[in-house]
């Protein structure tokens, strides 16, 4: 009978001691690894943390740019369509020391000019009592050469012309001073003309108007006498009919500010304007319409809803945001 082998717990326990050290060895090798990871990953968050996004790069700004200019000029295209509407925008820049004026992405996305564009803005249209900005301009151009007296009586009937759009002054300016000669200075000022012509009315364009209101608002000949360029401004903001443009940029941004001049004539509903929003950004807007039945100031609230819509789709503030 043979006998079974004699167990030699020895063995197994140095068998099973090695196994142990070995699963050990594993175990540790693996909590290194993990460790490692997890301070990698946190020193990446911490350098997440400790460098943020970087601002936009001028390319950035450049497409954002084009894409809001597009976006607006698609715009203008489609309530223009029917040519009983002429449109035209000019961003102006902020103002200086304004909120607006210390952002360096907001001072370089809203560069001046670069979302200007318009439509339909180099038809002539009647002006309406639009013109009389081209008369302020003409008195201070002849201002500036002596050839002008501000009196009293001539002040007063400036201030009426501008904030009760009252007629008596200009037509008095052009019987004394004649058509042909402010003709020819709107033309030096490369302005459109003429606009006036006898037994007409009053004709301009919208890029024209615009033109006029950007030399205006940057202090530019005819309007470099800072003491009549200031009051010309003051008399705009006070001008009584403010259905148009100053109630549209009023919906869009409230404490948003307008200096402009109104003109309406049978069925023709003008506004030409200097818009200003509370951070200190300033564009330039004018709109000229007839037709649709037009009469009296009925027009005023379809120039406010161009105005409300094209200060949206500009100045929303997540366009600068998105940038920074």
Not at 74 to 86: G, H, L, P, R, V
């Amino acid at each position: 009978m043979r006998h079974a082998k004699p167990f030699h717990l020895r063995k197994i326990m140095i068998k099973y001691r090695i196994v142990v050290m070995a699963v050990a060895i594993v175990v540790l090798g693996l909590t290194g690894i993990f460790s490692v990871q997890a301070r990698q990953k946190n020193a990446a968050q911490a350098t997440v943390q400790q460098q943020p996004d970087k601002p936009a790069t001028s390319r950035q700004i450049t497409v954002q740019q084009r894409h809001v200019k597009k976006q607006l000029h698609t715009y203008f295209k489609k309530i223009t369509a029917d040519k009983t509407t002429s449109v035209s925008f000019y961003n102006l820049g902020a103002k200086a020391g304004s909120p607006a004026a210390k952002s360096d992405i907001a001072t370089k996305f809203y560069q001046r000019g670069k979302l200007a564009t318009s439509a339909n803005a180099h038809t002539p249209e009647v002006s309406a009592s639009t013109y009389k900005l081209f008369i302020a301009a003409y008195l201070f151009h002849l201002s500036s050469r002596d050839a002008y007296t501000w009196t009293p009586t001539n002040e007063d009937g400036f201030h009426r012309m501008i904030v009760n759009s009252a007629n008596d002054f200009p037509e008095g300016i052009l019987d004394t001073y004649g058509t042909a000669g402010i003709n020819e200075f709107m033309n030096s000022e490369n302005l459109y003309s003429p606009v006036f012509v006898a037994n007409q009315e009053a004709t301009t364009t919208a890029a024209s108007l615009s033109k006029l209101l950007v030399k205006l608002a940057r202090a530019e000949a005819p309007f470099g006498n800072d003491h009549n360029r200031k009051w010309l401004l003051s008399l705009m903001k006070q001008q009584v009919y403010r259905d148009g443009i100053p109630a549209g940029a009023a919906a869009a941004t409230k404490g948003t500010t307008v200096q402009d001049k109104v003109g309406w004539l049978a069925d023709t509903n003008n506004d030409a304007g200097i818009v200003t929003l509370p951070n200190g950004q300033r564009y330039v807007l004018v709109i000229m319409t007839h037709g649709h039945a037009q009469t009296g100031f009925s027009g005023f609230p379809r120039m406010a809803k161009i105005t409300k819509h094209v200060q949206k789709l500009v100045y929303n503030p997540k366009l600068v945001k998105n940038l920074e």
